[in-house]
């Protein structure tokens, strides 16, 4: 099956068009972890469209136990989430061999002083649009590990 092109509408009227890639390449899995329902749920659908196998959780307890089953691709992580900061999950990645080298996209509304930005693979300030996000994603998944 060709490449086809499909259009998301989110909130507040934007349309986001994206070229849906043949579906036997094989996809990258992106790990989506935002406390923000609708924020993930529009990273879920515009990675998704992009061609990629997005796993959405709603926090870092959720992400570190999916990972514990096996590595993801790239992960997409807010910064500000309950029981668990994007800090403390990207620690908790870091002690797992599997996972140490994974492409981590840190994306958050607050502006942290004391925030190393060369501990995460990309850093985005909210808010983003979904081209930032995508480009993103690419960039990080196209670099050597």
């Given at each position: 099956m060709p490449p086809f092109e499909v259009e998301l509408l989110a909130p507040g009227g934007f349309v986001y068009t994206a070229t849906v890639p043949p579906a036997s390449r094989l996809a990258a899995t992106v790990l989506v972890v935002d406390d923000d329902p609708a924020l993930r749920?529009?990273?879920?659908?515009?990675?998704?469209?992009?061609?990629?196998?997005?796993?959405?959780?709603?926090?870092?307890?959720?992400?570190?136990?999916?990972?514990?089953?096996?590595?993801?691709?790239?992960?997409?992580?807010?910064?500000?989430?309950?029981?668990?900061?994007?800090?403390?999950v990207k620690r908790g990645f870091d002690a797992n061999a599997a996972m140490k080298n994974v492409p981590v996209i840190l994306v958050t509304g607050h502006v942290a002083p004391d925030l190393d930005p060369h501990e995460f693979s990309c850093v985005l300030y909210k808010p983003i649009s979904v081209e930032v996000l995508v480009k993103a994603v690419r960039d990080c998944l196209s670099r050597p590990s």
């Amino acid at each position: 099956m060709p490449p086809f092109e499909v259009e998301l509408l989110a909130p507040g009227g934007f349309v986001y068009t994206a070229t849906v890639p043949p579906a036997s390449r094989l996809a990258a899995t992106v790990l989506v972890v935002d406390d923000d329902p609708a924020l993930r749920a529009l990273y879920e659908k515009v990675l998704t469209l992009e061609g990629y196998a997005v796993i959405a959780v709603a926090d870092g307890v959720e992400a570190l136990k999916y990972v514990e089953d096996g590595p993801v691709d790239a992960v997409v992580l807010d910064l500000m989430m309950p029981r668990l900061d994007g800090r403390s999950v990207k620690r908790g990645f870091d002690a797992n061999a599997a996972m140490k080298n994974v492409p981590v996209i840190l994306v958050t509304g607050h502006v942290a002083p004391d925030l190393d930005p060369h501990e995460f693979s990309c850093v985005l300030y909210k808010p983003i649009s979904v081209e930032v996000l995508v480009k993103a994603v690419r960039d990080c998944l196209s670099r050597p590990s």
